[in-house]
């Protein structure tokens, strides 16, 4: 990963994202790499492993010519939109541990990302997802259909992100009465969410049938070895139900997320409550359902208005 000092100034820096900006540990992760990723493309654009003098001397034509290298790998532009990201926060943390500054790190545009406008589910095909998870499965044991249910009916019922739903501890579990669920979000931010009857009733139906004694500190959903349950597993799942259920390819776990939020808009809840149950630092993410919203909207309209 370079030369020591260089190592230990990004393993310093993965530290505080970790520590001090408390950075989920995917997003963690997936920095991490990026800035592997940047130092193995130096070791061979510059024909040597980069030291400090160097990294701080990059022009932006460096730069560039590493994220046109991962664009011709088929990088996509988020990634490279994340890449450039990180490579910035790494130089801001030197600058301000006075190691050294470089300014064509700012001086490189992001990446122009698509428009994009989240694909719900209506709201019969969200139900019938959660519903029949386990037709996709019929030889699972039913432990296994009945931890299906409860994950998608938290993902649908309360908006939770998958990762925000597999890292619940058995200790939050939403029973015996509790309709409201703390859930530790994007940068350790909490929030609490409304759990719906039927969610509730889902994990305790799981809990009963769940053949491990789960500890109140492990996690809530377990796989079939007793370890926190793969998000991997719940897409293979809905995919599954997909082609039982004939469901588009659009019906996802974070499908159900956006569902959550655009039923709750078309059914006139508050856009600011809204972003406070999904979690989103900014109320201009959260405002992406308002142009699904006016689409359903105007189909509606067009079918049903009688001079449309």
């Not at 994202?17 to 940047?38: H, K, M, V």
């Not at 301000?96 to 470089?102: A, D, M, V, W």
Request: glycine letters at 8%; proline letters at 6%; one cysteine or more.
């Amino acid at each position: 990963m370079g030369t020591p000092y260089v190592r230990e100034a990004v393993e310093d820096w993965l530290a505080y994202l970790a520590t001090e900006r408390q950075l989920a540990a995917n997003t963690a992760e997936a920095y991490g790499r990026d800035i592997s990723q940047f130092l193995a493309f130096l070791a061979i654009h510059l024909n040597r492993l980069p030291d400090m003098k160097q990294l701080l001397s990059l022009s932006s034509r460096d730069v560039r010519a590493f994220l046109a290298a991962r664009r011709g790998e088929g990088v996509g532009s988020r990634s490279l939109a994340r890449t450039l990201s990180a490579l910035r926060m790494f130089y801001k943390f030197l600058e301000r541990r006075g190691i050294g500054k470089n300014d064509a790190i700012r001086a490189v545009s992001l990446p122009k990302l698509p428009h994009s406008v989240p694909k719900p589910l209506t709201a019969p095909k969200a139900t019938a997802l959660v519903d029949g998870v386990d037709i996709a499965s019929p030889d699972a044991p039913e432990w296994i259909a009945a931890r299906d249910t409860a994950v998608l009916a938290l993902l649908y019922g309360s908006g939770l992100r998958i990762s925000e739903a597999l890292t619940l501890q058995r200790k939050d579990a939403p029973i015996k009465g509790r309709d409201m669920l703390r859930v530790h979000g994007k940068g350790g931010k909490t929030r609490v969410v409304p759990v719906l009857p039927i969610a509730r009733e889902a994990v305790e139906r799981y809990l009963a049938l769940c053949p491990v004694r789960l500890s109140s500190d492990g996690p809530l959903f377990i796989g079939a070895r007793g370890k926190q349950l793969s998000p991997r597993i719940i897409q293979l799942r809905i995919a599954g139900a997909r082609a039982a259920l004939g469901l588009p390819d659009t019906a996802t776990p974070h499908a159900l997320r956006h569902s959550f939020a655009t039923h709750l808009l078309g059914a006139g809840a508050d856009l600011r409550a809204i972003q406070e149950l999904l979690g989103h630092a900014s109320l201009s993410t959260t405002q992406g359902y308002t142009e699904v919203d006016r689409a359903h909207l105007l189909k509606t309209y067009d079918s049903a208005h009688p001079r449309a």
